[in-house]
């Protein structure tokens, strides 16, 4: 039943709580005292047209609350278990307002809802009777609510609605399934071969780079191993070359150190000097003698590099990028390869 209706700044109303109590209330009074103001706000709160006239001169938005009690049986299990409403009890609570610009919002509950919620709902607790009235006995689409609820039907017919939906929604995804079968198995193949593809070429960051400078050092092998034979030859392969004369001049040199030793330090720093030179032609000799081209390497590399390239070209991407997408190639298959399995599990729960 309607228990408390509340208007506020809605035509010439500044605010007004008007609370009804059980059995018939009647609105009696001259014309112009505001009956048809009550009802037309009772009206605007159940869902029914609203605009800017509606609000009152120099406010900027009227509201309409109707608060209705006992409403458990008014509405189905459905209604109020599938339209997360927030509920006191059995009491509903519809609030429209009304903006200074003509759009308006509806609560129910407290819950911002769209307004063909808001009057699905009240047509349920509420019915105004005019000559262009709602007349919800005359309307057939509500038949079969009054039928259910007279026979106590309105839970069982909830369920069943519930059940269908699941039925539907289960149909609608196996037809689904069904239709992109093929296109799946399609991509089955892709996504397989792709896998294979990125799974065999064994791609790891940082790989390229040093492809790249071993691959340099390999076309340079030939010059490395001449311009390297030819320093071990002019440091140390005559009786002029530079180490001979350095030993000379070593020798010259801690002579005359004996004789003042203020260039003591100097001399020692010159025998240092080509002792380290020594042993850098006997180190830089046992490299080259150990040094050879190697053109087959060499072409494995350039072979190598080329996928590598292929491989980011064909997937936009770096090395990095490449093991990313072998990841995710590899979670796809899983849910690709799953999807037949998804058909049979639809399957099983339409024939349940």
């Excluded at 990028?321 to 037949?340: H, I, P, R, T």
């Amino acid at each position: 039943m309607l228990a408390k209706l509340t208007i506020e700044n809605y035509a010439l109303v500044d605010k007004i709580d008007i609370d009804f109590k059980p059995g018939l209330t009647v609105l009696t009074g001259e014309t112009g005292a505001g009956k048809s103001v009550i009802l037309g706000a009772l009206a605007a709160s159940l869902g029914g047209r609203t605009d800017r006239e509606q609000v009152r001169h120099g406010t900027d938005r009227a509201i309409a609350i109707a608060t209705f009690d006992n409403t458990k049986k008014a509405l189905p299990k459905s209604e109020s278990t599938s339209t997360k409403k927030k509920k006191s009890g059995d009491r509903l609570i519809l609030r429209r307002e009304i903006n200074r610009t003509g759009s308006s919002r509806a609560y129910l509950n407290d819950q911002l809802i769209n307004i063909a919620n808001l009057k699905e709902n009240a047509q349920r607790v509420a019915d105004i009777h005019s000559q262009q009235g709602q007349r919800n006995l005359i309307d057939v689409e509500r038949h079969l609510d009054f039928l259910d609820s007279y026979l106590g039907l309105t839970s069982k017919r909830a369920k069943l609605a519930e059940y269908y939906s699941e039925y539907s929604n289960c149909r609608k995804r196996l037809n689904e399934a069904r239709r992109n079968e093929a296109a799946m198995k399609d991509k089955l193949e892709l996504v397989t071969f792709q896998i294979q593809e990125l799974s065999s070429a064994d791609i790891r960051p940082g790989q390229e780079k040093e492809m790249e400078k071993e691959r340099r050092r390999l076309d340079s092998m030939r010059h490395i191993i001449e311009t390297g034979q030819m320093i071990v030859s002019q440091m140390g392969d005559g009786d002029h070359d530079i180490l001979s004369r350095l030993a000379g001049l070593d020798k010259s040199l801690n002579e005359i150190a004996e004789l003042d030793s203020n260039i003591k330090a100097d001399a020692e720093m010159m025998t240092e000097s080509v002792i380290s030179l020594n042993e850098l032609r006997q180190n830089l000799e046992g490299y080259l003698s150990r040094l050879t081209d190697d053109p087959v390497r060499l072409e494995q590399i350039n072979e190598r590099l080329a996928e590598i390239y292929t491989l980011r070209r064909k997937y936009s991407t770096d090395e990095t990028g490449l093991v990313d997408k072998l990841k995710e190639l590899k979670s796809e298959f899983d849910g690709v390869s799953d999807y037949k399995s998804l058909i049979a599990e639809l399957e099983g729960k339409l024939e349940q």
